[in-house]
């Protein structure tokens, strides 16, 4: 199930996604860099489509023609949490650094 970079709400995979479709919960463009599943911010271009001609803002609608959206869902309202827990995963792993003793 795909869900919305922005706000995280589930998308219909069987929506069909032109140039000015937005997300139907928080308004955000969904055919945006961000919604795409060849987009990654490490790959160059910031895109792992070799052919994808650069795109100045990555959260906005654009004219690719290589779009397709990320069945992952891997959605920006969840980045935070992911952080969270792998912070948390860190601070089992190693403890939670201590505060200094006030002596």
């Known amino acids: 199930m795909s869900a ?3 706000c ?7 929506m069909r996604i032109v140039r000015d479709t937005s997300c139907p919960s928080c308004g955000r463009d969904l055919h945006a ?3 795409c599943r060849f987009y990654d911010r490490h790959a160059h271009n910031q895109c792992r489509e ?4 650069w795109v ?21 309202a969840k980045a935070v949490d992911r952080a969270k827990a792998a912070r948390s995963k860190l601070d089992q792993l190693f403890g939670n650094p201590k505060e ?3 002596e």
């Open 56 to 76: 100045t803002d990555r959260e906005r609608r654009n004219f690719c023609d290589y779009f397709s959206l990320n069945p992952a869902g891997t959605a920006g």
């Open 4 to 6: 919305c970079h922005f």
């Open 8 to 14: 995280g709400s589930a998308i219909d995979p069987k």
């Open 100 to 102: 200094p003793d006030s």
């Open 50 to 53: 070799p052919n994808a001609e």
């Open 33 to 35: 860099c961000v919604q």
